[in-house]
């Protein structure tokens, strides 16, 4: 399990989701952007992933994928699009796995997220200290993916 965080200010979920993914493309995570992008928005066609209170969880879903991660995207723009609560996305949690292998650490992380504490605690967070969080709430004992 690798934890990244990429800070934007990109306005609009498909933009975010693009630097997002040109970001990851760039190191080698990826096959593209668009790839990225695409495989994203057409999980989020099936049913949105908006969870209240600021927070989204989307996922990057493809076989083969390893090691499992989590990208952190806290958004520091003057605006953002609206969750299903209508509150402003603030940061978004996206899960890239392959979809044959269960992942323990999600399912923990959604279960610390059902708190509105705990989301409203993330994203509080400053950037430098979000992978960390995160792991804590993942209850990961050993993470040599964070940055």
């Not at 209240?52 to 493809?62: C, D, E, I, R, T």
């Not at 209508?86 to 708190?115: K, N, S, V, Y």
Request: charged share 15%; glycine share 8%.
């Amino acid at each position: 399990m690798r934890i990244d965080v990429y800070p934007t200010t990109t306005i609009g979920y498909r933009p975010t989701l693009t630097a997002v993914g040109a970001h990851l493309a760039a190191r080698g995570i990826v096959p593209s952007a668009s790839v990225f992008c695409e495989t994203v928005l057409a999980r989020e066609q099936l049913g949105s992933t908006s969870i209240g209170a600021g927070l989204m969880v989307p996922h990057y879903m493809a076989a083969g994928f390893t090691p499992a991660r989590l990208v952190l995207v806290p958004i520091h723009a003057d605006a953002s699009w609206a969750g299903l609560d209508g509150e402003p996305i603030q940061l978004l949690l996206i899960t890239c796995f392959d979809p044959a292998m269960p992942q323990p650490a999600f399912r923990d992380l959604l279960r610390a997220l059902a708190d509105p504490n705990n989301g409203a605690r993330l994203i509080q967070t400053p950037d430098a200290e979000l992978a960390a969080v995160a792991a804590k709430m993942m209850k990961m004992e050993d993470n040599n993916g964070l940055n």
